[in-house]
């Protein structure tokens, strides 16, 4: 795509870092990725008043505000993470332009979408947030039937990008999954 836009090194700087992303989600799993980006930034103005913990009083919206200083109208989405869970310390960035996000065909993100839309699989992500589990876990934790049941769930997790089997009959959220799953659970609080 040979445009001449302000946007374009932006554009160029972020689908590097997602091939760094990429190559990080290759490595061993033991390995949690840090997608560390110059994110876009300049969000809509809709706060929520208790969206983060701020020990900065003066500027409660910190990161919207160097958000807007950062990514000027039409503005950009981001979102980012630095978590301590039971896979270890994570960080991660990501965030997009407006103008890319809105031009996007977005049918190809329903099947990660989609994959979460059951309450058992949510509660298996749940579980995977705390480390590395097998299928007995899960069943045994989760009171299910069957390991038919767990698996069926697990397979379209799997399909979704959010889980992955590092070793037969071992299931784990691949480190790179863990703040964008995080962010939308964040994203479907009502506040």
């Known amino acids: 795509m040979a445009q001449d836009s302000p946007a374009d090194p932006l554009l160029a700087r972020l689908e590097a870092l997602e091939m760094r992303v990429h190559e ?26 208790d969206a983060v913990g701020s020990t900065d009083v003066a500027d409660p919206f910190w990161a919207l505000t160097a958000l807007k200083e ?57 579980r995977l947030l705390d480390g590395e589990h097998t299928v007995a876990q899960i069943v045994d934790e989760l009171e299910l039937g069957s390991t038919g049941v767990a698996y069926h769930h697990l397979s379209a997790l799997q399909s979704g990008g959010w889980a992955t089997s590092p070793r037969r009959g071992s299931w784990s959220i691949p480190a790179s999954r863990v703040v964008p799953l995080l962010a939308i659970i964040t994203a479907l609080e009502k506040g």
């Open 70 to 126: 950062h990514e000027p109208s039409p503005g950009a989405v981001v979102f980012a993470g630095a978590i301590d869970v039971g896979l270890g310390h994570l960080e991660y960035q990501w965030g997009r332009p407006v103008e890319h996000l809105l031009a996007a065909d977005w049918a190809e993100h329903a099947e990660p979408v989609a994959a979460l839309g059951h309450p058992l699989r949510l509660a298996i992500l749940r």
């Open 24 to 49: 990080l989600e290759d490595r061993a799993p033991s390995t949690p990725p840090s997608a560390p980006t110059s994110a876009p930034e300049g969000a809509e103005s809709s706060r929520a008043s």
